[in-house]
């Protein structure tokens, strides 16, 4: 018999813990981006890059984006025992309004973002039956979490008072109670008013270890003037004479102030009850054996009373002492303020002061970081710079573009300042997280998939059909559903419209999960041949999440063209730059009240919707995109770049093809190819 948290889900029908199946879980990742920005840059300059000086190591950091579920259990094969310290941020308000504000164009002007289209709604779902499944879905990923934990790593877990208590006690269940270190209280802000309660200023941070010894760097908070006056009340001089120093008094820069400590053990210590000096032990024993109470004596450390009822206590100088040992109240790290150049408007984002008290407290340099509800990146910024390597995952795609972004400009930020960095890679689960969702939720059925694009995407089903092409109507256009696993190509786009054509129709919706390169480029021509008004639209992975009932957007293609441009190098050679040419964002995920306007701006000046673009001057087909050049807006920095200046020197003469990436404000990414001839 013992005491336990239960919930629906915990066990079977049969009583019977339900396990996580760790190998029916894993799947390969897909490596899609790689980057090195400061490398990447070197290289398409044709300079040098000192490999063993600006890397730290050939280790390279992840950022995935995926159900971290899945995510977990695939790192299990190469981390499983080897991360040192995890820190997660799970979505804990489930009424939370996640709506998000996003700068557009080249001034300050905001545009919303709705509810519905920030992909952190997606994790509303882990309340789809309320508390059972949220604790379910945390309970199935801790347990993964702690497999990857080496023997001495820690985990901190960040919560508020809604559910702390529910998360201590699963922590409790996976890691052992004897295994809980610390609650952590952090003070967030400052006083408000919260009507008919007390203000709720806090949040929790759940603080457990995975064994016995584990690694922990004393951390110390700085004192304040006043409590140097208060706890360092004396001064000795150099003669070894000591007097009591007033608070606020001046004292010369040649005394040591100092206070006094007791040497009396907090614990009862038999084996250090001797006496000293002819001084009697305190009760329970002295804190220091004798060799260390002589070694204190010789080198004028011990204060001595004046009779021999009172006790030795010893001299703690202010010049060697590193501060205050941090308590369990941390108010000393306030959150990120709207004018603090930490801020990203991202509605999560935490400050990097108190990751970085956790990472440097719990791990050391080299030490692998683990964050798998990752956000805006911060744990990855702060591992990064305190010399940790780092694993990061989010369900979020506004996240992975988010923490992306943050990275690239912390890659050129520490090699300006010639400081080592590690590069870092970009994966996602692609097809196979499609495959697992299809055998485990549809139990292999392709039609079932259609059936589900089909509802989510608000389309009827076609019981009988003009051709196995078309799969649905909405309103007065067909509906076609590509295959689970295929890559919806040219040519279908011809296909698709012969079928819509054949029977009657002007317009189709092609909804696909990936689509061939530059194939909004043979819409419009397949438009004035046939007739037919073909409309492109990624399918959400968010459909795929157990429990989702809210209609997550389905992205329309948007258009991209770009061009080469040639230059001469200064050496009589040709170097290559890519000049975007035009961009017509999708605005799916525009607020209706604001589409309309927003439209004719899109088609007047779709730059203004660019947040990030890059290039791969040396592009080939199944290979992850490298990151040659970037170009993005920040906070402070507006104005972006629509021709590259890489000047990209390419080492033979022919035909060449480069990639171009751009992500908007919305974080929807597009690419197209561009032939380069040199």
């Known amino acids: 018999m013992r005491t336990e948290l239960v919930w629906e889900g ?26 090195d920005e400061p490398r990447s840059r070197a290289e398409a300059q044709g300079t040098l890059f000192d490999e063993k000086r600006e890397h730290r190591d050939d280790f390279r950091n992840r950022l995935i984006w995926g159900d971290n579920k899945l995510v977990l259990a695939s790192l299990l094969e190469e981390f499983r025992g080897r991360l040192e310290l995890i820190y997660i941020d799970p ?30 709604v997606a994790y509303r779902d882990m309340w789809g039956t309320g508390t059972d499944s949220y604790l379910h879905i945390l ?9 990857l934990l080496s023997e001495t790593g820690s985990i901190y877990v960040h919560c508020d008072s809604r559910v702390n208590s529910y998360l201590r006690l699963i922590l409790n269940d996976i890691f052992g109670r004897d295994n809980f270190v610390n609650q952590i209280t952090w003070r967030r802000t400052g006083a408000h008013n919260d009507p008919g309660r007390y203000g709720m200023i806090s949040d929790t941070i759940l603080f457990f270890r995975k064994g016995d010894d584990y690694t922990w760097n004393q ?80 080198e004028n450390r011990l204060l001595f009373p004046k009779d021999n009822d009172g006790a030795i206590r010893l001299k703690m100088y202010l010049d060697e002492s590193p501060g205050v040992p941090v308590q369990d109240l941390w108010t000393d790290i306030n959150k990120v303020e709207a004018a603090s150049l930490e801020n990203l408007n991202y509605q999560t984002q ?18 692998i970081v683990g964050d798998f509800f990752c956000g805006s990146g911060t744990t990855g910024i702060v591992a990064e710079r305190l010399g940790r390597r780092w694993i990061m995952a989010d369900l979020g795609r506004f996240a992975i573009h ?55 995407f608000r389309a009827e089903e ?57 194939i909004r480029q043979v819409v419009a021509a ?100 490298n990151h040659h050049w970037q170009e993005y807006r920040t906070r402070k920095a507006r104005s972006l770049k629509t021709v590259s200046d890489a000047k990209f020197i390419y080492e033979r003469v022919g035909k060449h093809t480069a990639c171009v990436k751009l992500v908007d404000v919305f974080g929807c990414d597009t690419s197209i190819i561009v032939e380069v001839e040199t």
């Not at 975007?580 to 004719?600: G, I, R, Y």
């Open 402 to 456: 988010t923490t992306r972004k943050r990275l690239i400009g912390l890659q050129r930020e520490l090699h300006e300042e010639a400081k080592p960095y590690r590069s870092f890679d970009v994966y996602n689960l692609g097809r196979y997280e499609r495959q697992w969702w299809q055998k485990e939720t549809l139990k292999g059925a392709d039609d079932e998939h259609r059936k589900i694009v089909l509802r989510f």
């Open 462 to 518: 076609l019981t009988q059909t003009p051709s196995p092409l078309l799969h649905g109507r909405k309103g007065n256009a067909f509906v076609h559903v590509d295959g689970i696993d295929s890559i919806f190509s040219r040519g279908e786009v011809v296909a698709v419209a012969e079928a819509v054509k054949a029977a009657g129709g002007g317009e189709i919706h092609c909804l696909a999960w990936d689509f061939e390169m530059d």
């Open 219 to 298: 951390p110390y908070s700085e004192r304040s003037n006043d409590t140097v006056d208060k706890v360092f009340r004396y001064a000795e001089k150099p003669d070894g004479t000591w007097v009591t120093v007033r608070p606020g008094e001046e004292i010369p820069r040649n005394w040591r102030r100092f206070q006094s400590v007791t040497l009396r053990s907090p614990h009862p210590r038999p084996n250090l009850t001797y006496d000293y000096k002819g001084y009697k032990p305190h009760k329970n024993g002295w804190s220091v054996n004798i060799e260390r109470m002589k070694r204190y004596d010789a």
């Open 10 to 35: 915990k066990y079977d029908e049969f009583g019977n813990r339900r396990e996580v199946d760790n190998a029916r879980l894993a799947m390969p990742l897909q490596k899609i981006e790689t980057i």
């Open 91 to 120: 979505p804990f308000d489930v009424g939370a309004d996640f709506t998000l504000e996003v700068p557009i164009g080249d001034t300050n002007e905001m545009l919303e973002k709705a509810q519905s289209i920030l992909e952190m």
């Open 526 to 625: 397949v438009d004035a041949e046939h007739g037919v008004k073909v409309r492109l639209h990624r399918i959400p992975r968010e459909i795929m999440e157990r429990n989702r009932t809210e209609v997550p957007p389905f992205f329309e293609v948007a258009l991209l063209e770009a061009a080469p441009v040639y230059r001469t190098n200064g050496k009589g050679g040709k170097c290559v730059d890519i000049k975007l040419l035009n961009f017509l964002p999708s605005l799916t995920e525009v607020p209706s009240k604001e589409l309309e306007a927003l439209q004719e701006r899109a088609v007047e000046s779709g730059f203004d919707f660019i947040d990030f673009w890059a290039v791969d001057f040396n592009w080939k087909p199944g290979q992850p995109f």
């Open 139 to 147: 309970y199935e990923r801790l347990l993964l979490m702690k497999e």
């Open 350 to 367: 935490k400050p990097e002061a108190l990751l970085a008290r956790i990472v440097s407290t719990s791990s050391s340099d080299g030490d």
